[in-house]
């Protein structure tokens, strides 16, 4: 963004200069004005028209007339080129919507292109060119003249890249795609636009019609051909998201990849992702592509903004400046917010999500990409599905369909990532393992039934992962035994864990329903509980030690010596016992 300051540096820049270029150009250079209004007024037609089809690349268009403009400058004179092309910067400004806020566009792009015709008319007469005596057989005449073609074009290219660094701090790359059609369009253009100077001079007027209506034909063509690769380009780069989307499995790298591709792909500032909740919209992602900022809403209700909006019709919205979406009131969207693309994210016959896009720039969005996005958002719908059904099924293998809580095969999981992770870090930290089995629970089964020993399993559970909350994770280990990991924690604190779980279990009977008693309500079962701790790095090097090393305190420490009991593992007590 252009600071405030910037702003009126150049205004005053050019109130102070493009008078004098124009003053200077017009009493102290060649000037061929008399009786060739009508000339003059047609070049400017033509090249009105060539300026009406640029092609925009990163914000800055790139308008095809320097052919046309070289012409005028051997034909009429510096003064004439200078007034002609200043009529060209304002039909391309006004082409590309240039608003209010890009009024300093205008006196920018007035003096830049001064400051480029008036070097580049001192480069055309060091090499000896003469505006009365120019001839397409005097070969210095003609290296003076592509002498001036190509400062128009290194100078024009030069300051656009000193502009890119100073005004807009942008990271400035020479040899991008913007300088390569700025090439193809000067050597298309500037041969043509001698040969209209050469016809003009040799049949008058009416060279200009000879040469002015195919010229503007290249333009079209040029510009057909820009937006012919810019299509397949995205097509291709498309294709690309969305097989990166469908290899994602997890719901947040899904959200990850496409938010990243899109804003690299689109001129965006801010990018969103909501996922429908009923008749709500919830932020999953949002991007402040220059300024990282956070987002600053979580939740869009229907209607509301231009998501809701999309949520309640299921129809993108495509707006290409503020004027366009005026009825559209909201808190939640950014004030210097012009071009706007929201599109429903589909899944079937269903929207599930929707993707809005907003930038500060007029006309930063055209249908075609609005076509673009709506692959993309068909491919995140397909994604985000896959996604979750991964998750659903990922979490369903990792849990105990009894007591729904994790099952063993994740803790062996877990703790295998976690001691690489540590391994890797080159760090050494304490983590313990707690194993609990319920006593004499074959009785409970015997007594009351599978179906109350079902109810009790479960209770447990429950009792674990309340006492355990964050501090670590709870699993069944098989049968009546269960596991806790805890990350982080010692010896003396992991005892105090596993005393708070051994009398959460004993201090409170369990209520159980589903038994076999010839009773007709709920009755109270107490059990106890053995106990076994092993923690790292003093009880073992490896997880499956820690494993092993829990379970043998907890069958001989614990177990052997009267149950209900917490036991901590001791290689040389336990070996003598």
Not at 375 to 401: F, H, M, P, R
Not at 405 to 434: C, Q
Not at 458 to 486: H, I, P, S, W
Not at 534 to 552: F, V
Request: aromatic share 12%; glycine share 6%; hydrophobic share 45%.
């Amino acid at each position: 963004m252009v600071t405030k300051r910037k702003v009126i540096f150049i205004w005053l820049l050019w109130l102070i200069f493009w008078p004098v270029i124009l003053w200077l150009s017009y009493h102290h250079y060649y000037v061929n004005i008399e009786n060739h209004i009508v000339d003059i007024s047609l070049f400017g037609l033509f090249l009105g028209i060539v300026a009406w089809f640029p092609i925009t690349i990163k914000d800055n268009p790139v308008f095809f007339v320097n052919g046309i403009s070289m012409a005028v400058f051997l034909i009429f004179g510096l003064f004439v080129e200078i007034i002609l092309t200043l009529l060209a910067i304002v039909i391309v400004l006004l082409k590309i919507g240039a608003g209010k806020k890009d009024l300093y566009r205008y006196p920018l792009n007035m003096l830049m292109f001064s400051i480029v015709s008036v070097i580049s008319a001192a480069v055309f007469n060091l090499l000896g060119g003469s505006h009365e005596t120019i001839s397409a057989q005097s070969e210095d005449q003609i290296a003076a003249v592509f002498g001036y073609a190509i400062s128009i074009f290194l100078f024009n290219t030069l300051l656009n890249k000193l502009l890119e660094k100073v005004l807009y701090n942008r990271k400035v790359k020479i040899f991008d795609e913007g300088l390569r059609w700025e090439f193809i369009s000067a050597s298309m253009t500037i041969p043509v636009g001698f040969v209209l100077f050469v016809l003009y001079t040799e049949i008058g007027i009416f060279g200009i019609f000879y040469l002015g209506i195919p010229f503007v034909f290249i333009s079209i063509i040029l510009m057909l051909l820009y937006s012919y690769q810019e299509i397949n380009r995205f097509l291709e780069k498309t294709g690309d998201i969305g097989h990166r989307l469908t290899n994602r499995m997890e719901l947040t790298n899904v959200y990850d990849v496409f938010i990243q591709e899109i804003s690299d792909l689109l001129p965006i500032d801010y990018a969103y992702i909501f996922m429908a909740n009923q008749d709500r919209l919830v932020l999953e992602r949002f991007e402040d592509v220059h300024h990282q900022t956070d987002a600053p809403f979580r939740v869009i209700e229907c209607r509301e903004g231009f998501s809701g909006t999309v949520l309640r019709s299921g129809k993108p919205l495509l707006y290409k400046n503020a004027s366009n979406w005026s009825d559209i009131k909201s808190e939640k969207i950014f004030p210097d917010t012009e071009s706007v693309l929201s599109l429903p994210v589909e899944y079937g016959d269903t929207v599930i999500g929707v993707v809005t896009l907003e930038s500060k720039a007029r006309n930063a969005f055209e249908k075609m990409h609005l076509r673009v996005m709506t692959i993309l958002t068909g491919y995140l719908g397909v994604a985000v599905e896959n996604a979750k059904n991964y998750e659903t099924a990922k979490l369903n293998s990792e849990k105990d369909g009894l007591t729904n809580i994790y099952n063993f095969t994740y803790i062996e999981r877990l703790l295998e990532d976690h001691f690489d992770t540590m391994k890797r870090e080159g760090i050494v930290k304490p983590a313990s393992l707690i194993i609990l089995d319920l006593d004499h629970f074959k009785h409970v089964n015997d007594t009351y039934g599978h179906e109350a020993g079902n109810e009790i399993l479960a209770q447990v559970a429950q009792r674990l992962k309340a006492a355990t909350g964050n501090n670590g994770v709870t699993a069944r280990y098989g049968g009546e035994e269960f596991v806790v990991f805890l990350p982080d924690f010692d010896l003396v604190e992991t005892v105090q864990m596993a005393e708070t779980l051994r009398s959460d279990i004993f201090s409170e009977s369990f209520n159980i329903e589903n038994h076999m008693l010839d009773l007709n309500h709920p009755i109270d079962i107490r059990i106890t509980a053995s106990i076994g701790v092993a923690t790292y790095p003093s009880d073992c090097e490896t997880p499956s030690e820690l494993i092993r090393h829990a379970d043998r305190a907890m069958y001989i420490g614990a177990k052997q010596k009267g149950r209900n009991r917490v036991a901590v593992y001791n290689q040389e007590a336990l070996e003598t016992s």
